[in-house]
């Protein structure tokens, strides 16, 4: 007796499941959601010029400073530091153990060489731009012999070019939306649909686009705006500022303030949640000489009073400053999370006989490369 109950109580659990997983007449089974594409970029790091990129694998890769802007990776606190190619690169992607990248030296052409440095070889012939690498393909522009842009994809190893938007470069590629711009457009074709549609009319720079919307610089307007994922509202996120990038809900940008020498540039963080702006590096607005030495010209004593320079500083084929160097800011790149800049500064000079440097700006201000 125990048995057949025992059985009964199988049996029925057995159908309950049964009936719970089958399709029921008129209610539609919900499809599991899509698994999403893994890509080679970050945020808005490419339309800065690719030149920094998290390898998802414990590197960065980048083109380093201190070694002729050849292809190198290292950990993410600057040690670790390995050549990967003696090839002059920019549009640097990572993705399942490759590294893609422009070869400057090579007329822009592109090529890709697995991340321990072995299998270099090259995809695609001619002056492209703009190489975003996902792991449905390269999406990228190409000039032609009249050095107008088309937007193509291939395949990841660079056979079946197919050409997509012709006389347009390519701004931005997400979730099979390709996004491309002249001066005059900012457009998205659908790759599902084949439909294209202009999202904004005027020059546009600065595209990123995630599941959060889509965002850019209208240059004609000096904002840096958003958009509604699938386009629409549009929302002003910044007001003048230049070399934006967008990744991960920060807006990661250049401002301008000023201190007790005049107007400075500064790199900033804008949460773009809360509106909250942090400044992540201010450059020192007063020349330095070859051995770091200040000079005491400040940058507004040079443009406004430039007769007040001392004449050993002036070079007299063309009225500049000679054996002189500014601080600049330029492009802050997210790696993974990691904050990293290509800059100009003092320090740099002082430590590595060289001005020109990458820096990490997260936790604070450290040379890196």
């Known amino acids: 007796m125990r ?3 025992i059985l009964i109580c199988v049996l029925t659990w057995v159908l309950t499941g049964c009936l719970r997983a089958a399709p029921q007449p008129g209610v539609e089974t919900p499809e599991p959601a899509p698994e999403e594409e893994l890509l080679g970029y ?6 800065a010029g690719g030149l920094i990129c998290g390898g998802g694998d414990g590197y960065v890769y980048y083109r380093s400073e201190s070694d002729g802007w050849q292809l190198y990776r290292a950990r993410p606190d600057g040690t670790g530091k390995r050549r990967i190619s003696t090839q002059v690169v920019e549009s640097i992607n990572v993705l399942n153990g ?3 990248f422009l070869d400057h030296r090579d007329g822009n052409s592109i090529w890709r060489i697995r991340t321990d440095g072995t299998g270099a070889e090259k995809l695609v012939e001619g002056w492209c731009g703009n190489l975003y690498v996902a792991e449905s393909g390269i999406w990228f522009d190409r000039r032609d012999e009249n050095n107008v842009a088309h937007v193509y994809r291939a395949d990841t190893d660079g056979n079946n070019p197919e050409l997509l938007v012709p006389e347009h470069s390519l701004a931005y590629y997400f979730n099979d939306r390709v996004y491309y711009s002249d001066s005059r457009e900012l457009g ?3 790759l599902r649909s084949g439909e294209k ?4 009319t005027g020059d546009t720079h600065n595209v990123t686009v995630d599941h959060s919307g889509i965002y850019y610089w209208a240059v004609d307007r000096g904002e840096f705006c958003r958009q509604n994922p699938q386009g629409g509202v549009e929302t002003v996120l910044q007001q003048g500022g230049d070399y934006y990038n967008f ?4 807006l990661l940008y250049v401002g301008i303030r000023s201190n007790g020498n005049g107007p400075c540039h500064v790199a900033y ?3 773009t949640e809360t509106g909250e702006a942090t400044a992540l590096l201010e450059e020192a607005n007063e020349f330095f000489d070859l051995k770091g030495h200040w000079t005491g010209i400040t940058f507004r004593q040079f443009q406004e009073d430039p007769e007040s320079v001392p004449p050993r500083y002036l070079d007299p084929r063309d009225g500049g400053l000679k054996d002189c160097f500014n601080e600049s800011v330029g492009y802050v790149y997210d790696a993974e999370g990691i904050l990293l800049m290509r800059g100009t500064l003092r320090d740099s000079l002082l430590t590595s006989g060289r001005p020109d440097c990458i820096v990490r700006l997260d936790g604070g201000v450290s040379l890196w490369d």
């Open 98 to 100: 490759w590294v893609w």
């Open 247 to 250: 990744s991960g809900g920060s």
């Open 188 to 190: 998205v074709l659908d």
């Open 269 to 271: 963080r804008l949460d």
């Open 42 to 47: 970050q945020g808005g790091n490419i339309g």
């Open 197 to 200: 549609e202009i999202l904004v």
């Open 3 to 5: 048995r057949a109950i």
